[in-house]
């Protein structure tokens, strides 16, 4: 048995870099495709498990989900949904499901396959991490426990009707259902490629899975049959991973590349943005990002809202902004800028050492006092920390830098008294929907602190729990406004907690070829990163 | 038969040390796969599904049962097979291993002989600096130089990733640049040290061309020792793509450790480290084996 | 005595890295770790190397110079200390092994085999992200991947030792064997001790740095040879200068104990020669 063991793994090693050459990959530019490169391989491409930035946009196109965002916008719309209804206690949600949209493989899509995905996602044998988002649906714990076959919240009266019961009202439920987790697949496919769905993928999107050479290109192409006529704009997308940064954009230059997933190389930004040339390719907004660096509220001398005031007073964000480039923008508050409920008119806490100073001096520490800072170790982040520390020594305070990879990071974070301070960059957050109560919920709640919490400031205010839960409880779509206002006023209140210390909002720059465009906003659409590739096109034909 | 074993034997050491060492990894891979808007019972489920809520001992002899099957386990991140995986990785670090050790043994042996018979000369002293400046350069900043150099500056290579051979050429030199240091100076004190041992003194009087007298006698002994270093060589290289495939961007399985590490996917970690020590113990029984050849005074029962 | 101005060189080197480093403190013209306002661009670019900054500035606007001459200590200190620890490990382990053989040998051979297989790298940034490294866990990580190479040498010498007369007869008078090791076997392995100890230092700055350089090695804002190239990675084609000035400083480092050891290696014992880490 050893010895077989022995054999496969000799074999493996000998014959498999013989068997596959690789050399020479060409790539032709036709007329209606388009290349994107990524210096890293694309993960899974299973909706209910892909996660990260890159696969995220991807899976957009290739799944769809029963409501959407109108492209280069954050309106919800409804998408393979025709109309829903809320009843009035808005916990149940009833969706009409458009008759016709068939998925890749053929089979109309109905009201069942919606229940089986949010079963799927919900089962914990998926190993979902959108499975939280969703734990709001009545019964889904029993489910997850193994103790119901069905999730009881969601029932399928009839072949085009799904209707969805919640515990308790969410107004950003709607969102949940535009999330990539809840997009439809069909359970024959799912079955049929078992573990290896997520390279396999089916759904109804505007583009189907052409070839996938691991660790090399991915290539999309258009599906002839999806149910928005005139969508998509291209007949094929490669992806090309492995290409450097720096490599790709020279390849953009040349013409080889359309787009660079992974942005503007930062050595070559500043010269970019100063060619006159070179500028016209590059689109510039907002994303619903906020860099933060996150104080531990129940570890001493954090305890004391005066230190964490004195903290957030402490920290020059024009000066850490230089470091990246000014490629973002000062961040008074938890919002970013794109969300509803941001605060136009509320300025934070202002840079003041000398006030700092003062503060800290009241709570008691007018020599300051020693603590750590956590970061995580990939390039700018142990930059902008080292940023932050000499600010923080500025006031006398001196923290120990802690860069570590992702992973020991997030599980200090999560560790009840381990991390007095997190800088957050390169692990969190941009948003996973465009409504203000994601940046509380998983992050700042009371309801988030067990360990294993992503609540790394240990924050909990029952007060300001309360209000975003009848924020959450106006679902009605006239309430929009008063539901924004509410959570201006909830994050005054955290504000003035000053559980954070919010550094910066970053704002993305998309480089493309000449030849691309689209809709205004396309290339910096908030919810598609890069791009939305549905709506892309190629000019001048 | 008993390398085989021994082999074997050592391969559960590694992967028995390399289990105790990822679960002494102060992170949860759980944590990692459940996402930030996962509930405690969330993570703990998929704790379960993963079996990582089983003792330690019971997990590694689950993981020994599929391994004797083949079977290396799939990602926690990308959930594909890590064999797949491997694979999609191993042909990039195979050719870059290639290239680094055809760089050595291209300017290290060649440059050590000439040296060597022609001692004290200028392109003799030429050679001493260059391979001492060879073994002391770490390998990210000939690899970091070179792109600045000779792909950015003059743009005569590719500014790094993988496709061509054009774009394994700087690579294979960063790889390469400190054996080949070895090998000059290896090659240098071994042909002066044959030169005067008595057979070739007789093959000299006996009128041999001075060629053949080198390639028939002298070299033929001085390589005997390099046979075991390019052995060896892979082990030093498996440290070594970590490093030169980070600056290349070369998508080898060096990347694909680091990038495991970060992430605590241990399925990978362990395929990677896997894979590399059987390259290692590859290395060292292919020296093994072609030694005799060469030495005839050398007989292995 | 062929290598004279060699070794010279070797030494000077390493007396200037000495001093360099003993005296960082009043020969640094700036604090190594303070970011000048004035140290970067108004669009946040490094600047090159000026009357101000003698090397340029890096990407947080700091003194590149300071930097590398308080970064010489950092090379140094864990250049000796993880390798003395290896030295250390390795000779007594490979000294006990070699000298009582038998089951204990065996169990060493087949430990050591089993490090040599482990990709030394991989295993250190492993055990760096276990041990959260300070310096002196960059230096401990250090010295458990490399002392497997020392032990291995130490055992064969000591093998051979163990089999001479007067070890036998130091035995026989029953000589306690702690002092049989120290008054008879150490001596004999000086010279190889000496030799892997100059050698190894090179060695343990070159993989020092590359541990920095991957990001896993001493933290910020600790100044550091290959932390400084990791942080400039993505913006050494621009500033070209804060990957050229550390990389000069590892390789002349590096160098200098190369070429000390070496030729203490032709001094002390000439069957070594060819051989190395």
Request: hydrophobic share 50%; glycine share 10%; proline share 6%.
């Amino acid at each position: 048995m050893k010895a077989r063991l022995l054999v496969v793994l000799v074999a493996a090693a000998l014959l498999i870099p013989a068997a596959t050459p690789g050399w020479g990959q060409g790539y032709g530019q036709n007329v209606n495709t388009m290349t994107v490169t990524f210096k890293d391989d694309i993960s899974t491409l299973d909706p209910a498990i892909g996660y990260d930035w890159q696969n995220w946009s991807i899976i957009k196109s290739i799944a769809d989900g029963l409501m959407d965002y109108d492209p280069g916008t954050t309106n919800l719309v409804p998408h393979l949904a025709e109309s829903y209804t809320i009843s009035s206690d808005g916990k149940t949600y009833t969706f009409k499901v458009r008759r016709g949209v068939k998925f890749h493989t053929g089979r109309e899509v109905t009201a069942a396959d919606v229940q089986y995905t949010l079963e799927r996602v919900l089962n914990p044998k998926t190993q979902s991490p959108g499975a939280g988002f969703y734990s709001g649906i009545a019964g889904s714990k029993a489910f997850a426990d193994g103790k119901a076959k069905t999730v009881t919240g969601v029932t399928v009266p009839d072949r085009y009707t799904v209707s969805i019961t919640l515990d308790k009202p969410n107004a950003a439920f709607l969102h949940v259902m535009a999330l990539n987790f809840a997009h439809v697949v069909p359970k024959e496919a799912v079955e049929k490629a078992g573990a290896d769905f997520g390279h396999k993928p089916v759904g109804t999107g505007a583009f189907m899975v052409k070839e996938w050479v691991l660790g090399q290109r991915l290539v999309l192409v258009r599906n002839p049959n999806y149910f928005i006529k005139g969508r998509p704009y291209l007949n094929q997308i490669t992806f090309q991973v492995g290409v450097e940064p720096n490599v790709a954009f020279l390849k953009l230059q040349r013409g080889e590349v359309d787009i660079l997933g992974d942005g503007i190389p930062p050595a070559d930004f500043l010269k970019v943005m100063a060619d006159a040339k070179l500028n016209k390719l590059v689109a510039v907004g907002d994303q619903l990002q906020t860099g933060y660096v996150t104080i531990n509220t129940q570890l001493q001398p954090f305890t004391d809202v005066r230190v964490r005031r004195a903290l957030n007073m402490a920290i020059n964000k024009t000066r850490i902004i230089r470091i990246i480039n000014n490629r973002a923008v000062p961040a008074t508050q938890v919002l970013p800028p794109l969300m509803p409920g941001y605060d136009k008119e509320y300025r934070g806490y202002a840079y003041d050492p000398a006030q700092a100073k003062k503060l800290l001096a009241e709570a008691g520490y007018p020599n300051g006092f020693s603590t750590a800072l956590f970061a995580n170790n990939t390039d700018p982040n142990p930059r902008i920390a080292q940023a932050i520390q000499q600010d923080l020594a500025a006031v006398g305070v001196k923290a120990e830098l802690k860069t570590q990879a992702q992973s020991t990071v997030i599980e200090a974070g999560g560790t009840k008294g381990q991390a007095p301070l997190i800088w957050s960059g390169g692990m969190a957050w941009i948003a996973d929907y465009p409504d203000p109560n994601d940046y509380y919920w998983p992050i700042l709640a009371c309801a988030a602190l067990a360990p294993g919490t992503w609540n790394w400031a240990w924050y909990c205010n029952q007060g300001v729990e309360k209000m975003v839960e009848e924020a959450d409880a106006m679902v009605r779509a006239d309430q929009a406004g008063a539901r924004a206002a509410k959570f201006r006023e909830i994050y005054r209140k955290v504000m003035s907690d000053a559980p954070w210390i919010p550094i910066f909002h970053e704002k993305r720059y998309t480089m493309h070829s000449a030849r691309l465009g689209g809709l205004p906003g396309l290339f910096v659409d908030p919810i598609h990163i890069p791009v939305h590739y549905d709506e892309v096109r190629v000019l001048g034909r | 038969m008993r390398r085989l074993l021994q082999g074997v034997a050592i391969l559960l050491g590694v992967s028995v040390l390399t289990f105790l060492l990822l679960f002494a990894l102060p992170a949860d891979p759980a944590r990692m796969i459940a996402g930030r808007s996962a509930t405690v019972e969330t993570v703990a489920r998929i704790r379960g599904e993963l079996g990582l809520d089983r003792p330690l001992a019971v997990q590694y002899a689950r993981y020994l049962g599929r391994l004797a099957r083949g079977d290396l386990g799939r990602s926690y991140a990308q959930k594909v097979e890590v064999s797949t995986l491997l694979r999609s990785r191993l042909a990039a670090t195979f050719w870059l291993m290639v290239g680094g050790i055809l760089f050595e043994l291209l300017i290290g042996l060649p440059a050590g002989i000439f040296a060597g018979t022609r001692r004290r000369s200028g392109f003799d002293r030429t050679v001493m600096v260059g391979a001492f400046l060879g073994v002391s350069a770490p390998q990210f900043v000939v690899g970091l130089l070179l792109l600045y150099v000779l792909a950015y500056k003059i743009p005569i290579f590719p500014l790094g990733g993988y496709g061509t051979p054009a774009h394994l050429f700087l690579p294979s030199i960063a790889l390469g640049i400190a054996g080949g240091g070895w090998y000059a100076r290896m090659m240098r004190s071994a042909m002066l040290e044959v030169i005067h041992q008595d057979y070739i003194r007789t093959a000299r009087a006996k009128g041999a061309g001075e060629r053949r007298v080198l390639t028939r006698h002298a070299l033929r002994n001085a390589l005997l020792p390099v046979v075991t270093m390019i052995g060896l060589d892979f082990g030093t290289f498996m440290g070594g793509v970590v490093v030169v495939e980070s600056v290349f961007g070369w998508p080898g399985i060096g990347q694909l450790a680091w990038q495991a590490i970060q992430i605590v996917d241990i399925p990978v970690i362990m395929g990677v480290v896997l894979v590399s020590a059987v390259a290692i113990l590859l290395g060292n029984l292919m020296a093994d084996l072609i030694y005799p050849l060469l030495d005839p005074k050398i007989r292995y029962g | 005595m062929r290598r004279q101005p060699a070794v010279i060189g070797g030494l000077v080197l390493i007396g200037v890295l000495l001093t360099l480093a003993f005296f960082a403190p009043w020969v640094s013209p700036y604090d190594p770790t303070e970011q000048f306002a004035d140290g970067l661009s108004q669009d946040g670019r490094p600047l090159a190397p000026n009357a101000h900054f003698l090397l340029g500035t890096d990407l947080l606007g700091r003194d590149l110079l300071s930097r590398l001459i308080y970064g010489a200590r950092v090379s140094l200190l864990i250049g000796v200390a993880a390798n003395g620890a290896a030295l250390s490990i390795g000779a007594l382990l490979g000294s006990i092994a070699g000298y009582f053989q038998g089951r204990i040998g065996t169990i060493f051979m087949r430990f050591t085999d089993l490090m040599m297989a482990f990709p030394a790298l991989i295993l250190a940034i492993a055990l760096a992200a276990i041990l959260r490294p300070s310096l002196w866990i960059v230096a401990l990580v250090i010295a458990m991947v490399n002392w497997v190479w020392i032990a291995r040498v130490i055992y064969g010498q000591v093998l051979t030792i163990a089999r001479r007369e007067f070890i036998d007869a130091a035995r026989a008078l029953g000589v306690p064997t702690p002092r049989i090791f120290w008054k008879h076997l150490f001596p004999h392995l000086l010279p190889t001790l000496l030799v892997w100890g100059t050698l190894g230092i090179s060695t343990t700055v070159m993989f020092e740095a590359s541990l920095s350089f991957l990001g896993v090695g001493v933290r910020p804002p600790t100044p550091s040879w290959g932390g400084t190239i990791n942080e400039s990675q993505s913006y050494f084609l621009e500033a070209p200068w804060l990957v050229a000035f550390p990389g000069a400083s590892i390789l002349l480092t590096s160098l200098a104990f190369n070429l000390v050891g070496d030729a203490l290696r032709d001094a002390l014992d000439p069957t070594l020669r060819g051989q190395g880490p």
